[in-house]
């Protein structure tokens, strides 16, 4: 039996389509082939602005104008930050060792262990935290 009536035919609570996927039908959306060119005349300077801005938002230049005009949606990804692939791994190599001394740590104030060496290597962390952030706010800043 039905609580809202027999008229009642859609989902059932816990049965609704999720907020990713909100018609539910898992149906693959078919796109228009892009079979056709479109060749504009500019300046040398409009040119290079265009390719600056499209470069920018990490996009192709054909998908920024597309954009532009509203032809299709914004997809905003988060850019890939270009890094040295060596300074990733050695920032990684660095976070295991924190990672390590922070359990240790964590372990000797459990079991309290308040000592000197624990409140050296608890200050230090605190120092090379407060030292990271300042890292990362003056590389958001380029």
Request: some cysteine; glycine content about 8%.
């Amino acid at each position: 039996m039905s609580y809202a009536g027999a008229a009642d035919t859609g989902p059932c609570e816990g049965r609704q389509a999720s907020p990713s996927n909100p018609t539910g039908a898992g149906k693959a959306l078919t796109k228009e082939p892009l079979s056709e060119t479109f060749v504009f005349r500019c300046t040398a300077s409009e040119k290079a602005q265009l390719r600056a801005k499209a470069e920018a938002a990490c996009l192709p230049a054909a998908t920024l104008l597309r954009e532009a005009l509203g032809l299709t949606e914004a997809r905003r990804r988060k850019p890939i930050p270009r890094v040295d692939p060596a300074l990733v791994l050695a920032v990684g190599r660095i976070g295991g060792n924190l990672n390590q001394i922070a359990r240790w740590l964590n372990h000797a104030m459990k079991v309290g262990r308040t000592d000197l060496d624990t409140l050296t290597v608890a200050r230090r962390l605190v120092v090379i935290e407060r030292q990271l952030a300042a890292l990362l706010d003056e590389a958001r800043r380029c």
